[in-house]
């Protein structure tokens, strides 16, 4: 389509009046947007703007009580995502929708498969995902289980699902929160192509200067209504973020060092195989087992990794999704087995079990939220409970204790300002950055000695990230260790005292956050520098 067509096509998606209540909530009201067709057109807001509410009545997941929209030009009404998908919408999900036990080829064409003779015809399938995967860099296995895949990984799974369904109109939810500068970079050009071929992109992001280095215009919405529309080329991140959330742009940097010599974490050797944990056999040393593996090309997930964390200091671990961070935090928890030795305060607590190590002093804010942090279904006081049961100020003899437990989740929702209307509200009707700030909390009670945050600012509006940072740097003057995994370079430079990179399962580069860019790390990150000690 020539520029000339697009900029006389009808709107690609027309929002007029669009009203959600829920009960007690008014989730938009009145909201007004028009997209043209062949642009980047972003939506940004704090969490709880009513940005969610809102694609979600775009993907037809969701009635609005009033309003019109147009795709194209045509009014059209929504029952289901199918009837979306019908008219060329399609949604990637800040959350993923796949089925961890299916293949990316079965997740990928999962109700709209290729048939022949009335059979799943696979060789097609295969060659549309590859094909697609190719023309917009977004490869991967086709016959791997998701189950196996890292965050990234999935990502690139639901955008081909989409791509593969005929969108052209793709919403895409935080679709950078787990890449690198580079990877970054990769995926603004593969949009600016789609955008070349007539497709029209909805970017939802908090990465505000994503959006003005890839929007063509962009949308702030305020407390589920609409309250600018602006020229990316006219406007500043930190005006943009003032109109958000009513103030400037958070910094994570750290500045004075409030690290000891106190050795709260020490892992030696950590080594993890591919093929499943074999013990070593009798007679063994395990240092010449592990060394026996490596030998043998036996391919392994964590190899000999080595690091200490002591009080008062946040080790950062940067790496692109897949080169063993999701692997190394499942050994420190005790989830996973693995070889080597791992100490907490001076302790050996290799042979523990998980439950064991929480109660000794590990705290853990999860990857994933959903997966991994909550129970959706599950009150906010039955979330603050969860992994703490055998602890005050969950437990009562054999019993939860209910009054204490609502009244501690109580003072969580005051000093890490979740805003929810009770205790007893379920974690699934709260927004993204109010069931983080909820895990964080939970995770920070209790005096931990330790503590593991992985993506602890992942998907969260300005404000949020803001008051996450500042309880992380109150802890970490107060004494706590934390190893620190996170997709954000510019978080983990300014928040670390220290960083690791990790790639292929070995640290590979020590280095200074203070004599580091995001651009050269990310360089460490992907192999394209060699790893090399710059402490």
Do not use: C
Request: glycine share 10%; aromatic share 4%; charged share 25%.
């Amino acid at each position: 389509m020539s520029a000339d067509t697009l900029a006389t096509a009808k709107p690609a998606v027309e929002l007029e009046g669009i009203t959600k209540r829920f009960p007690g909530v008014v989730a938009n009201h009145d909201i007004r947007i028009t997209v043209r067709p062949g642009t980047v057109h972003a939506i940004v807001g704090e969490n709880g703007a009513g940005k969610s509410t809102l694609m979600k009545i775009l993907y037809g997941m969701q009635k609005p009580d009033e309003g019109t929209i147009r795709v194209n030009g045509a009014e059209v009404s929504f029952r289901t995502p199918s009837d979306a998908i019908g008219v060329g919408i399609g949604m990637v999900h800040q959350h993923f929708m796949l089925a961890d036990n299916f293949t990316v080829l079965e997740n990928i064409v999962l109700g709209a498969e290729p048939k022949r003779a009335g059979l799943l015809d696979t060789a097609a399938a295969r060659a549309r995902i590859n094909e697609l995967a190719e023309t917009h860099g977004l490869r991967v296995d086709p016959d791997k289980l998701v189950e196996d895949l890292g965050v990234g990984d999935r990502q690139r799974v639901e955008i081909l699902k989409v791509l593969y369904r005929g969108a052209r109109i793709l919403i895409l939810d935080e679709p950078t929160a787990v890449l690198v500068p580079q990877e970054v970079e990769e995926l603004f050009q593969n949009l600016r192509e789609l955008k070349a071929e007539g497709l029209t992109v909805i970017f939802i992001s908090h990465k505000l200067d994503e959006v003005l280095g890839i929007a063509d215009a962009i949308t702030v919405i305020r407390r589920g209504t609409t309250v600018a529309s602006v020229d990316p080329g006219e406007v500043t991140a930190r005006q943009l973020a003032e109109l958000m959330v009513g103030s400037e742009l958070p910094t994570p940097e750290t500045r004075e060092s409030t690290v000891t010599d106190v050795v709260t974490l020490k892992v030696s050797g950590l080594t993890m195989e591919a093929d499943g944990h074999r013990p070593v056999p009798k007679g063994a040393s395990a240092e010449a087992y592990v060394a026996k593996l490596r030998e043998e090309g036996k391919r392994l997930l964590l190899d000999d990794v080595s690091f200490e964390i002591h009080q008062g200091e946040i080790l950062g671990i940067a790496g692109v999704e897949g080169n063993g961070q999701s692997e190394l935090i499942e050994a420190i928890m005790g989830i996973r087995p693995a070889h080597g030795l791992i100490e907490l305060t001076g302790r050996d607590i290799t042979s523990w079990s998980t439950l064991r190590r929480r109660e000794s002093g590990i705290g853990y804010i999860p990857e994933d939220r959903h997966r991994q942090g909550l129970l959706l279904e599950a009150s906010l006081w039955e979330n603050r409970v969860l992994g703490h049961q055998t602890r005050k100020p969950a437990r009562r003899g054999i019993w939860i204790n209910r009054k204490a437990s609502k009244a501690d989740t109580e003072r969580i929702v005051r000093e890490y300002d979740v805003r929810t209307p009770g205790v007893d509200t379920l974690a699934l009707a709260l927004s993204g950055g109010n069931q983080q700030k909820l895990i964080v909390g939970r995770e920070m009670s209790g005096a931990p000695a330790f503590l593991i945050a992985a993506h602890p600012t992942r998907g969260v509006d300005v404000g949020a990230q803001a008051a996450i940072w500042d309880h992380l740097r109150d802890a970490r003057a107060a004494g706590l260790a934390v190893l620190l995994i996170s997709a954000d370079l510019d978080e983990l430079i300014g928040l670390s005292d220290a960083i690791q990179v990790i790639y292929r399962g070995r640290l590979v580069a020590a280095l200074d956050p203070s004599d580091i860019t995001p651009e050269r790390l990310g360089g460490y990150m992907t192999g394209a520098i060699a790893g090399t000690e710059e402490t």
